[in-house]
């Protein structure tokens, strides 16, 4: 039997979790669903099984706050990781969904109704294994000034 989607998905997790620990960083699975905590920041992940990561709403991903993403490809047995900054990961789907309406004349053609975006990981390249981003940095002492 096949795995369902929520499997793997919560496979997906435990790969961000296995795959920060293989780099350094503490990390543990945080809450039932989406996210883990990785050097004491918590980040969502994502799974793609398929090819591209799905989203259901774009306009409910624009106005999230989560800082960082951990993007994890399994499509056809890969073990990809992208991490991405939230900021940065929502702007460019907003853009590239943008660019698709307005190339489509501001109506979805099949399904007018339909909020759906994808990431793909043409898209999110440039942060493939950047788990350089969990690092601590580190804040000067009060009173420390540089001169």
């Known amino acids: 039997m096949a795995p369902s989607n929520h499997q793997k998905h919560q496979a997906g997790r435990h790969l961000a979790v296995a795959e920060a620990l293989l780099h350094g960083h503490s990390a543990s699975l945080h809450g039932p669903q989406t996210f883990v ?25 624009a106005v999230m706050s989560v800082d960082l993403y951990v993007l994890v490809d399994v499509t056809d047995g890969r073990r990809d990781f992208y991490v991405v900054p939230g900021d940065e990961l929502r702007a460019g789907v907003r853009e590239r969904h943008d660019e698709f309406m307005a ?9 007018p109704n339909s909020r ?8 999110v390249e440039a942060w493939r294994s950047r788990w350089s981003l969990f690092e601590d940095v580190a804040e000067p002492a009060v009173g420390d000034s540089a001169s």
Request: proline residues 5%.
């Open 103 to 111: 190339s489509v004349g501001g109506i979805r053609p099949r399904n």
């Open 116 to 123: 759906h975006a994808a990431i793909y990981p043409a898209n």
């Open 37 to 61: 905590t990785i050097n004491g920041r918590t980040a969502a992940v994502q799974v793609a099984a398929q090819g591209g990561w799905m989203i259901a709403d774009i306009d409910r991903m």
